[in-house]
């Protein structure tokens, strides 16, 4: 067993959410936020069978697409002496962050 953790965009969630029933996959959904970003994504943890974890990747590949989005540098900052307005630069969002965890045990109770 294993434990695929995704963190896609919440624009690719419910597509990947329909795409993972329709493989017979089970999936938990987390609100959570982006670090650099600081604005709002999902993580899904996604437990499948060892074998299965290959075409759990592909669909969120096909799922989740990248996205551009403007951001401005330093923006915590305004208002400190000295400061300026610095120009936005663009970052290339997804489609998706995933890692596949090894999984001890697994069980319904
Ligand atoms: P954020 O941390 O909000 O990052 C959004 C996007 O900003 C990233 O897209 C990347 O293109 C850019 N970025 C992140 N840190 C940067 C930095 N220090 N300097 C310049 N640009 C930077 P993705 O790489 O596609 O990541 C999308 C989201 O996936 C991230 O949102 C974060 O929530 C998660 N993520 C990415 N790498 C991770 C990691 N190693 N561990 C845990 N979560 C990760
Ligand atoms: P359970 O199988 O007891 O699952 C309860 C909750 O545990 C799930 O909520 C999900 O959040 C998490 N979970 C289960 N298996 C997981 C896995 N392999 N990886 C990650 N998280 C997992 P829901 O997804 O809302 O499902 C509620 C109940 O609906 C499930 O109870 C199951 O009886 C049924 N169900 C789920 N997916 C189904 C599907 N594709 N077709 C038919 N019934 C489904």
């Given at each position: 067993m294993?434990?695929?953790i995704a963190v896609v965009q919440d624009q690719d969630v419910n597509r990947l959410l329909a795409r993972?029933?329709?493989e017979g996959c089970g999936a938990t959904k987390l609100a959570s936020t982006g670090g650099f970003l600081r604005q709002?994504?999902?993580t899904l943890l996604i437990g499948v069978e060892a074998e299965r974890v290959d075409r759990?990747?592909?669909v969120i590949k096909e799922t989740c697409h990248s996205r551009k989005q403007l951001v401005t540098p330093m923006a915590g900052l305004e208002g400190a002496p000295g400061s300026y307005l610095p120009n936005p630069v663009e970052?290339?969002?997804g489609g998706a962050t995933v890692f596949?965890?090894?999984?001890e045990?697994?069980?319904k109770v």
């Open positions: 294993k434990l695929i993972l029933a329709e709002g994504n999902t759990v990747v592909e970052v290339s969002v596949v965890l090894h999984v045990g697994f069980a």
